[in-house]
């Protein structure tokens, strides 16, 4: 199966931690999208990412979210000291190029819960 | 700020019967995409439209993209129980430099009853 995996599926943790979500591209995919789907709320974008390069960060919250894609290894949305209002649904995409990001192609998502 | 309205949001019908979802926007976008996403799992990709005008069919399932390109249809012929899920329409940014900056609508649940 060649499509976009993310790990871990479910994930707790505590008010305070760190969370570390991964996300591996399609097969051939080199450009990667980070959304959050809030309870009650549709998809929001947070960023958009080309190997080792952030493209559009627009949609990410300024203080706590980082994301990087290495030349190596999957894309990371990392979350510092984490807060209820951070559950949600984070859904990972990729796309074959940029003249195709509108096509985008989704992972299974990982779902935060902050206790 | 691109906003996508999406109509209904909840729609239950009965096997057979024939449904529309809409999606409207003040804003131009360069295609439209629909999704549908069943619980627990993350969107799978429809179709992708375009052109404005562009129709295009995936068996039962017709899409419309509006001649403006702000708003698009999507019509299921004789729904079936496994067409039950959550449609999400979500529209690419005209021009400019927003690549891969998916606006989504907030989704239509249909349930389709036996």
């Known amino acids: 199966n060649a499509g976009v995996m993310q790990n871990p599926r479910h994930l707790v943790r505590r008010r305070g931690q760190e969370a570390r979500l991964r996300c591996s591209p399609m097969?051939?995919?080199?450009?990667v999208y980070w959304y959050r789907q809030l309870p009650e709320e549709g998809l929001k974008f947070m960023v958009y990412?080309?190997?080792?390069?952030?493209?559009?960060e627009s949609g990410m919250p300024k203080e706590r979210f980082s994301a990087e894609f290495p030349k190596e290894g999957p894309s990371i949305l990392r979350i510092q000291q984490v807060v209820r209002g951070d559950s949600a649904a984070y859904f990972c995409?990729?796309?074959?190029?940029?003249?195709?990001?509108?096509?985008?192609?989704f992972g299974p998502g990982t779902r935060l819960t902050v206790t | 700020t691109q906003l996508l309205e999406q109509s209904p949001q909840f729609l239950s019908i009965q096997e057979g019967e024939n449904l529309t979802v809409y999606c409207n926007s003040s804003?131009?976008?360069?295609?439209l995409q629909w999704y549908r996403q069943e619980p627990g799992e993350g969107p799978v990709l429809l179709v992708t439209?375009?052109?404005?005008?562009e129709v295009k069919k995936l068996k039962r399932l017709t899409f419309q993209f509006g001649d403006a390109r702000k708003d698009s249809s999507l019509h299921i012929t004789a729904a079936q129980p496994g067409d039950t899920g959550l449609y999400l329409c979500?529209?690419?940014?005209?021009?400019?430099?927003?690549?891969?900056?998916?606006?989504f609508g907030q989704g239509t649940i249909l349930t389709v009853h036996p």
């Open positions: 995409a990729s796309s074959l190029h940029r003249d195709a990001s509108y096509e985008q192609y």
């Open positions: 097969k051939g995919h080199s450009h």
């Open positions: 979500a529209g690419a940014p005209a021009g400019g430099t927003s690549y891969g900056k998916l606006t």
């Open positions: 439209v375009v052109t404005g005008g």
């Open positions: 804003s131009v976008f360069s295609s």
């Open positions: 990412l080309q190997k080792e390069n952030i493209i559009d």
